[in-house]
């Protein structure tokens, strides 16, 4: 688990690019994503309307502290439950010059499939959209080869681990973004499944957590629960 951190306060575009060193180019793509965000919202809920005038903080660096624990050698990174794209669209933006990486977003509500798909666009990131539920044998199929998943507030655990467990492979890490009850998680997961996890202290959320899972399989009766 890590140490204590002390969060971040995220305000604008010109602070989001001092704490993620991203280069102009990528930073112009975020203001694009936002100024995207901010047209659609009007017509579909992508986002609590009370955290849109936080959205440098609460959206955009909460999704892109994960930059950081993307495997080096991750090529195929699935953000399920997208809805407006966090993290999946951010973390496409940020690791864009990763050579063949590539992400595909699930998200089953064809509004918001189709605000990622015209957002990205705009933004010119090239991403993969499965307009579908992740736990459908369409989704199922076409997520090959899936070495990094990330959620963010999808599911608590126990549910989330049984969405994912088909497509999360002997080498597939987990990066989800947790609130104050992951501890209970935790726990109550353990029961069904068998999995390492490490807690990471979040940049944004002095409550939040970054769930790092790896090793997830499901635990066959007779195993125990200790």
């Not at 002390?6 to 575009?13: A, E, G, L």
């Not at 690791?95 to 998200?107: G, H, Q």
Request: glycine share 6%; charged share 25%.
């Amino acid at each position: 688990m890590a140490g204590p951190q002390t969060s971040i306060r995220i305000s604008n575009p010109k602070e989001f690019e001092l704490a993620f060193g991203v280069s102009r180019e990528t930073l112009a793509k975020i203001e694009t994503y936002e100024i995207e965000l901010r047209r659609w919202q009007k017509a579909v809920n992508l986002v609590s309307p009370s955290t849109l005038e936080q959205i440098w903080h609460r959206h955009f660096a909460d999704s892109a502290q994960l930059a950081s624990l993307v495997p080096a050698g991750s090529r195929h990174l699935v953000d399920i439950g997208s809805g407006g794209g966090f993290p999946g669209l951010v973390l496409a933006a940020l690791c864009e010059a990763r050579s063949d990486f590539r992400v595909t977003l699930v998200e089953s509500d064809t509004r918001k499939a189709s605000f990622l798909r015209e957002t990205a666009r705009r933004m010119q990131i090239p991403v993969e959209i499965l307009s579908t539920r992740i736990e459908s044998d369409a989704s199922v199929k076409q997520l090959n080869d899936v070495d990094t998943i990330t959620a963010r507030a999808f599911a608590p655990f126990d549910r989330l681990f049984g969405l994912v467990s088909p497509v999360f492979g002997s080498d597939t890490v987990g990066l989800f973004l947790k609130g104050r009850d992951v501890d209970r998680e935790v726990e109550d997961a353990a029961a069904n499944w068998s999995f390492d996890i490490e807690l990471h202290e979040s940049m944004t959320d002095s409550g939040g957590r970054i769930a790092v899972v790896r090793d997830l399989a499901p635990k066959m009766e007779g195993d125990s629960h200790d």
